[in-house]
């Protein structure tokens, strides 16, 4: 089993661009989420999802959209990056009754 | 709005010695707390966790300690390697929270020196 997986690794975008992050689960979970994380503020939730075909809003979700439409993919997009979603990015996912998640590797953006 | 409060946010201890990070809460319907480890370039992963009907969970070094009533939880590490040297999160949930969502700490980064 890979897990879970995150593409791409690393990515610089300049300020209006977009992107689409991939985040894959090979472990059948229901939920996967998706977390930023910023230096002293913890991992902070964008948006999450409890099943295929469903999302919902985080802590954090403006500039931000994603999408479900296979259960073991779930899809982070920036319309149109600004700096300050310069951030690593992480995906997670449970089973639908478990408390434990399981993150990727993350991924690393720099918007300029 | 931070709902769960973690300190220090850098720790540093001598082998064998003892670490401590406490966390503490505010949402009384928290019912679910974890801690969480992550080594530099990798992401986060479980490491220990506890409900409220307990006081105290241990799992080899590793120990958490809850207290209800003052809404505050630590982990303890005993023994601490130069291994153990990462960054570790607490969180808490609550299972009214649709989705399992965890409400994390800022981070505290450990450093064992040898």
């Known amino acids: 089993n890979a897990g879970v997986t995150q593409t791409p690794k690393f990515r610089v975008l300049k300020t209006g661009q977009s992107m689409t992050l991939l985040c894959a689960q090979d472990?059948?979970?229901?939920?996967m989420y998706w977390y930023r994380q910023d230096p002293g503020m913890g991992l902070r939730l964008i948006h999450y999802s409890v099943g295929e075909g469903t999302t919902a809003k985080g802590e954090v979700p403006d500039g931000y959209n994603v999408s479900r439409l296979k259960k073991q993919n779930f899809l982070l997009g920036l319309e149109s990056a600004a700096p300050s979603q310069t951030s690593v990015y992480f995906c997670a996912s449970s089973y639908g009754d478990s408390n434990e998640q399981f993150f990727g590797p993350g991924t690393r953006l720099t918007v300029l | 709005q931070q709902q769960v409060k973690q300190s220090p946010q850098s720790l540093i201890v001598q082998k064998g010695g003892i670490s401590i990070i406490n966390c503490a809460y505010e949402n009384t319907a928290f019912d679910y707390f974890p801690w969480y480890q992550q080594f530099p370039g990798k992401g986060p992963a479980l490491l220990i966790a506890i409900r409220p009907d307990v006081s105290e969970k241990k799992e080899g070094r590793f120990t958490i300690s809850f207290n209800k009533s003052a809404k505050q939880f630590s982990l303890h590490i005993m023994d601490s390697q130069p291994g153990d040297s990462a960054t570790y999160f607490c969180a808490a949930s609550s299972v009214e929270t649709s989705g399992s969502r965890l409400t994390f700490g800022e981070g505290t980064q450990l450093t064992v020196n040898p």
């Open positions: 472990m059948n979970h229901e939920y």
